[in-house]
């Protein structure tokens, strides 16, 4: 398996192959879907794609935690983390190795 990144130059350049869009189209098209789903999600809402997956946030609350080095326990604040759940087509995807 292949331990390369897929960066938004490698969308953006597959776009320029399988579509035909210019280099500059290609790229703000990829900048704007990002910026589509970054505003969503900001705003508190889901984000499903589909045969992909969705995204949502989830509220974790205060809890106790404790400093790894120091052993010393701490207090660590409530806030919102991003969650993806991948959707059932992306599973049997990934796990046939189909590309």
């Given at each position: 398996m292949s331990k390369k990144t897929v960066t938004r130059a490698d969308l953006s350049d597959a776009l320029i192959r399988e579509v035909g869009l210019s280099r500059?189209?290609?790229s703000d098209l990829v900048?704007?879907?990002f910026e589509l789903i970054s505003d969503e999600l900001a705003a508190g809402k889901s984000v499903k794609l589909s045969s992909f997956g969705a995204f949502?946030?989830?509220?974790?609350?205060?809890r106790m935690g404790r400093n790894p080095k120091t052993g010393e326990e701490v207090s660590i604040e409530p806030r919102r983390v991003l969650v993806f759940k991948?959707?059932?087509v992306l599973k049997e995807r990934v796990d046939s190795g189909n590309k």
């Open positions: 500059q189209d290609s900048d704007r879907v949502h946030g989830r509220n974790k609350p205060r991948s959707s059932q």
